[in-house]
């Protein structure tokens, strides 16, 4: 079956330290793979996405590069600031219009 | 515009009560989406609607769930005799179609006493 796999939290960084929130995947076929955030007392939003091997996906100075070889997609971000706590769920679709499976979530907490 | 509207936004009720909740998805959206999820967990899908009709329900973990789209907009998720087990936030996501990213509403969270 599909299933995503990502790292236990919580994780707890200072402002401006690196960031990596680490996802591996199982999939049947040939997966899309998503970044989900989820801001305190908001609803999921998309962050960034990756459709094909070697893709990477950018957004607000996160990034995550499809790696098919190890059936990974990593979540990095160089300087993560306060605004950045949330919790981030990695997740993958098998093809277009099929559900999203969702990783159980990382919560990150930036602190001053 | 407006996003997805999920109402309500809290619903406590007793043990063996039915209960629904609603989605109303951004206008024009033919793919809708619930998911359920518990404290400490992701989401877990439960049913997909593509215009009226569920296109997947595999994800309802029994007969107590159903969920209906009569117009191909609005959605109600129906619980019966619901239990203490099913307390979590319930997540309604629309879609403009095939390859379009998901968007979620902010959830309704179910409590069975």
Not at chain 2, 24 to 42: E, F, K, M, N, V
Not at chain 2, 52 to 80: C, H, M, W, Y
Request: charged share 20%; hydrophobic share 30%; net charge neutral.
């Amino acid at each position: 079956g599909n299933s995503v796999t990502q790292m236990e939290g919580p994780v707890t960084l200072s402002e401006e330290a690196f960031l990596t929130i680490n996802c591996t995947y199982t999939a049947t076929g040939y997966p899309s793979l998503f970044w989900y955030v989820q801001y305190p007392g908001e609803g999921l939003q998309l962050l960034l996405k990756a459709t094909k091997a070697d893709d990477k996906g950018s957004n607000k100075g996160f990034e995550a590069t499809y790696r098919k070889e190890t059936t990974s997609f990593h979540l990095e971000k160089g300087s993560v600031q306060v605004s950045d706590s949330a919790v981030y769920f990695c997740a993958l679709t098998v093809s277009g219009n099929t559900p999203l499976v969702f990783g159980k979530g990382t919560r990150l907490s930036v602190i001053a | 515009g407006a996003g997805v509207s999920q109402t309500p936004s809290n619903k406590v009720t007793e043990k063996g009560k039915y209960v629904e909740l609603r989605c109303d998805p951004i206008s024009g959206h033919t793919a809708l989406y619930w998911y359920r999820q518990s404290l400490g967990q992701g989401p877990e899908f439960l049913i997909y609607f593509q215009g009226t009709g569920a296109a997947d329900d595999s994800g309802l973990p029994n007969d107590r769930f159903f969920a209906v789209r009569p117009e191909g907009s609005v959605s109600t998720l129906k619980i019966q005799r619901t239990e203490r087990g099913d307390s979590a936030v319930y997540l309604c996501a629309s879609s403009g179609g095939q390859n379009s990213p998901l968007h979620f509403g902010n959830g309704t969270r179910l409590t069975v006493t």
